[in-house]
C-alpha cells in the first residue's frame, strides 16, 4: 500500500511586501512596510510611528502619530490620519511641584467639516487659583475653535501637530497667568460631514 503524502504549501512565497504611505498632510511619506497574503487583510490596519521617524528630527520623538491603512493600489497602501499624542514620559516630565497643569477636552469642527478632539495642557510657572484656571481653559477652548473654524482639516491637523497651535494658546493665556509651556497632549480624529457648500472630498486621504 502506497501512503499518499501530503504536498505542503510554502505560504510565505505567497506573500507580498507593501510600502505603507502618510496621508498628503505629511507629504504622503513612505512610513514602513508590511507583508501579507491578500491586500484586503491590510485594509483597516493601522500603523504608528513618531514624528522625528517622520521628518527626520529626533527631537520630535515624543510625538506618536497613528494612521490606518484605507486602501491598497499595487504595493502601496494609503492611510489616513486617526490621532497624534505625546508620549506619557514626556508629558510626566513637564509636571513640577508648586505648579499648575490646566487640561482641555475640546470636540471642534474644521471649515470643511471633520470633527477633532483636541486635548491641550497649559502649565504655568506657579500655583494658581481656580478663577485663573477657568479663565485659562476658556481662553484655550476659544483658541482651539477658533483655529478650527477657520482652517481646512490638513492645515489645523498641522497646526495641531507641529505645533502652532500651542504657540496660539500661549499667546493668549500668559496674560491671565505666566505660563511655562502649552502643549497639545493628543488630538484624534472623530467624523466627517459634508457641507453643503464644500465638495465631497477626503481631506484625510491620500
Not at 511641584?97 to 470643511?112: W, Y
Request: some cysteine; aromatic content about 8%; hydrophobic content about 35%.
Amino acid at each position: 500500500m502506497v501512503r499518499k503524502v501530503k504536498k505542503t504549501i510554502d505560504t510565505w512565497k505567497q506573500k507580498r511586501w507593501y510600502k505603507i504611505i502618510a496621508p498628503e498632510i505629511f507629504g504622503k511619506t513612505e512610513l514602513k512596510e508590511t507583508i501579507t497574503d491578500d491586500p484586503n487583510k491590510l485594509i483597516g490596519r493601522k500603523a504608528e510611528v513618531t514624528l522625528a521617524d517622520l521628518i527626520n528630527d529626533w527631537s520630535k520623538q515624543n510625538i506618536k502619530l497613528t494612521f490606518q491603512i484605507e486602501r491598497v493600489d499595487g504595493d502601496k497602501a494609503y492611510t489616513v490620519f486617526i490621532s497624534h499624542e505625546l508620549t506619557q514620559d514626556y508629558m510626566r516630565s513637564l509636571v513640577r511641584r508648586k505648579m499648575s497643569m490646566i487640561a482641555g477636552n475640546f470636540l471642534v469642527t474644521t471649515k470643511d467639516g471633520y470633527t477633532v478632539r483636541v486635548k491641550p495642557h497649559c502649565f504655568t510657572l506657579r500655583r494658581v487659583k481656580t478663577t485663573k484656571k477657568e479663565k485659562i481653559r476658556a481662553i484655550m477652548e476659544e483658541t482651539v475653535k477658533n483655529s478650527a473654524k477657520k482652517l481646512d482639516f490638513n492645515q489645523f491637523m498641522q497646526g495641531v501637530v507641529l505645533g502652532k497651535l500651542a504657540s496660539d494658546i500661549y499667546k493668549g493665556a500668559k496674560v491671565i497667568y505666566p505660563l511655562r509651556r502649552v502643549e497639545i497632549g493628543k488630538s484624534e480624529f472623530v467624523s466627517y460631514t459634508a457641507l453643503k457648500s464644500q465638495p465631497e472630498s477626503s481631506a484625510v486621504s491620500a
